[in-house]
């Protein structure tokens, strides 16, 4: 069974194989530029390389038939897939690792102007250590930490100038103190 999925992805690739710029501001042209089955992508987010693709699908496109979400995989390891979704500009709005269909690792979502909107870290599909959200300025709006998907530890909120408004300290989703909040 695992062969014909196999075949099935690998046939879906080769119809669908395309290439694109790992930089956020490519244009639509460039997501569907085509690719050789012989070459290998290493896909690159925030200067390291996080995962090392043979083969591209795309799995999802908007009305126009643009690429709204794409998966890089290993011909090898189908289980592993690096996914890529758009904004209907062909501008990146988030990336990040799939392991048997679960968010893993890294995953960074952007604005559509290609700034960083927030950093996040996942495990078997749930939330596990930090994660940062940022104004479009550039500044850190706040930043949470989860273990298992379960709020955890310091939380810190900020104004668009970097300005602390508040905190709360989580224990197992439970708050400890909070100060500087709405709720306090």
């Keep these: 069974m695992k062969n014909i999925k196999t075949i099935s992805i690998i046939i ?3 119809i669908f194989l ?8 490519h244009s639509k042209s460039d ?3 085509e690719n050789t089955n ?4 290493s896909i690159v987010s925030n200067g390291d390389t996080v995962f090392t693709s043979k083969e591209m699908i795309i799995i999802d496109t908007f009305d126009t038939g643009e690429p709204m979400k794409i998966h890089f995989f290993n011909s090898q390891n189908i289980d592993s897939v690096y996914e890529k979704q758009y904004y209907m500009s062909g501008n990146l709005f988030i ?37 940062n959200v940022y104004y479009d300025n550039g500044q850190i709006r706040y930043t949470k930490n989860y273990i298992n998907d379960v ?6 909120f900020y104004d668009d100038k970097g300005n602390l408004l508040g905190e709360v ?16």
Aim: one cysteine or more; a positive charge.
């Design 38 to 41: 012989d070459s290998i992508k």
């Design 95 to 131: 990336e990040g690792t799939l392991i048997n269909n679960q968010r893993t690792g890294k995953w960074v979502a952007y604005y559509e102007n290609g700034k960083i909107w927030s950093v996040g870290y996942f495990a078997k599909g749930l939330k596990n250590g930090s994660s």
């Design 12 to 14: 879906a690739a080769m």
């Design 169 to 184: 300290m989580y224990e197992k989703g439970q708050i400890l103190w909070q100060k500087g909040t709405t709720d306090e």
């Design 151 to 156: 709020a955890e530890g310091l939380w810190s």
């Design 31 to 33: 997501i569907a530029k």
């Design 18 to 25: 395309t290439a694109f710029s790992c930089n956020n501001n």
